[in-house]
């Protein structure tokens, strides 16, 4: 059979995508590496207890993404409200960051925040494009030191100030101090200490998981006719007169008349003969730990950035939803990040006696007899690493891939582009109105510095069929 669309892999934005153009009647084919679909969006189960792959939940600005997620879900879906923290200087902060953050630290740190939020346009230099400038220059040398460079150093692996400012733009901009208070005068300041509580967000939430989510759209995309084939990947792809004919997989081949690329892009260079383009993605290794007792903490995730704290994130699966984890017990899904092939990767074991004692240092359990199991996950390619050159090898590689007029990129790892699930299924909506022949709806819309970037993305990315993809670095 000629399968007109071919998808490589089905995570939120292959899911999507899937969707959107098998409802116009053609033909669609899914290829996943893993054992079941979902992407960075699947789930874990243990008896009765389940797991994100850390923190997810729903929610768009753009109503028809809205739509869409209500239209998948149903009746299966509770509305939450954001809980989330911060720790370091061995206290837990609330996040997003807010003005009275830096008014709860010792004092002479405090008073160097407070200067350095008044004085913080001197630290920028314009010509530096690294993350440590842009922090300098938006939050002062104070907090950066505090949080911001030793967690996106330890998170990332790499110095901060090899780290492109983008990873602040899109990522950190998202969740970070309250952009609308004015810090320009010792005025401003004390009258942002009387601002009322910011208004609270709410989101949905599947109970069960978000891989319901994938689940209940899988069924319809198999309803629909959409053939799904998972533990495959290509191992070949074929083309000729600048188009892709034929994906080759270890359970034989496709012909194919479209192909849209949401799997590592440095994969599918090496299969169409592209240079290396020398872009590198983050992985995590998970501990999905059960507990006898319920959980201490009543945020859904918290960040830690101290060095002397081996995890990154810790996440509370019944906060999000109480059928996740059985009543009077607890759960945590505890994330540290790695590449793949490196010691951790290949021997995860060997963190347990740090994570158990760092969990009681940092107040996550009142001891180590409070856990009952541990569960480890490997979960590559997680997240694309912004190095400061990531941008121009990126733009190498997409012109050469823009010689594939049937080629399209999409999702976090296709794009190599620092996204959450409504972006994705956005970009999804994108790809298949390009393929439908529509016109490309505006994109989402994003905080300001987010915003600048991501126009600035679509401008350079502005021609050819890869663009029907979304933002591009």
Not at 81 to 93: E, I, N
């Amino acid at each position: 059979m000629s399968h007109r669309v071919v998808i490589v892999g089905g995570g939120v934005c292959g899911l999507t995508l899937a969707y959107n153009v098998a409802r116009s009647g053609l033909p669609v084919t899914i290829l996943e590496k893993e054992g079941v679909v979902g992407g960075l969006a699947r789930g874990f189960q243990y008896g009765d207890f389940s797991f994100d792959i850390g923190p997810h939940r729903f929610y768009s600005p753009k109503a028809s993404i809205m739509r869409f997620i209500s239209e998948v879900l149903g009746e299966e879906s509770a509305e939450i409200s954001r809980a989330s923290s911060v720790h370091f200087l061995g206290k837990y902060h609330q996040w997003p960051l807010r003005m009275k953050s830096v008014f709860q630290l010792p004092p002479t740190v405090s008073l160097r925040a407070l200067i350095d939020l008044i004085n913080k346009s001197r630290e920028y230099d314009p010509s530096n494009p690294s993350f440590e400038n842009y922090i300098l220059g938006k939050y002062g040398r104070t907090l950066y030191t505090l949080f911001f460079k030793g967690y996106t150093e330890k998170f990332l692996g790499i110095p901060a100030s090899g780290t492109h400012a983008n990873w602040a733009k899109i990522g950190v901009e998202r969740a970070t101090i309250d952009e609308k208070v004015n810090t320009a005068s010792i005025g401003h300041i004390v009258k942002m200490m009387l601002i009322p509580r910011p208004r609270e967000m709410t989101f949905l939430y599947p109970p069960g998981g978000v891989h319901k989510f994938c689940e209940r759209l899988r069924a319809r995309l198999q309803e629909m006719g959409v053939e799904i084939r998972t533990n495959v990947m290509p191992t070949a792809l074929l083309s000729t007169d600048g188009e892709i004919k034929k994906v080759v997989t270890t359970e034989g081949s496709l012909d194919a008349r479209i192909v849209v690329w949401t799997a590592p892009v440095n994969e599918l260079c090496q299969l169409v003969g592209v240079p290396d383009p020398d872009l590198h993605y983050l992985s995590l290794v998970l501990y999905n730990t059960i507990l006898k007792v319920p959980t201490r903490q009543k945020v859904q995730w918290c960040y830690y950035g101290s060095d002397d704290i081996v995890f990154s994130r810790i996440s509370y699966p019944e906060q999000f939803h109480h059928s996740m984890t059985p009543r009077y017990r607890g759960s945590m899904c505890i994330e540290l990040t790695c590449r793949r092939g490196d010691e951790r990767w290949t021997d995860p074991e060997r963190e347990i006696p740090r994570i158990r004692r760092d969990l009681v240092k940092v107040g996550a359990i009142g001891s180590e007899s409070e856990i009952d199991a541990m569960h480890i996950e490997r979960i590559d390619n997680a997240y694309p690493i912004y190095d400061l050159g990531y941008r121009d090898k990126f733009k190498t590689a997409r012109r050469r891939l823009e010689e594939f007029r049937n080629l399209h990129l999409g999702g976090r790892t296709g794009l190599f582009w620092y996204n959450n699930m409504d972006h994705s299924m956005n970009n999804a909506f994108q790809i298949s109105k390009k393929i439908l022949g529509n016109t490309v709806e505006e994109g989402l819309k994003e905080g300001p510095a987010a915003r600048r970037v991501l126009e600035e993305m679509e401008r350079e990315g502005a021609s050819g069929p890869l663009a029907a993809g979304g933002p591009q670095v």
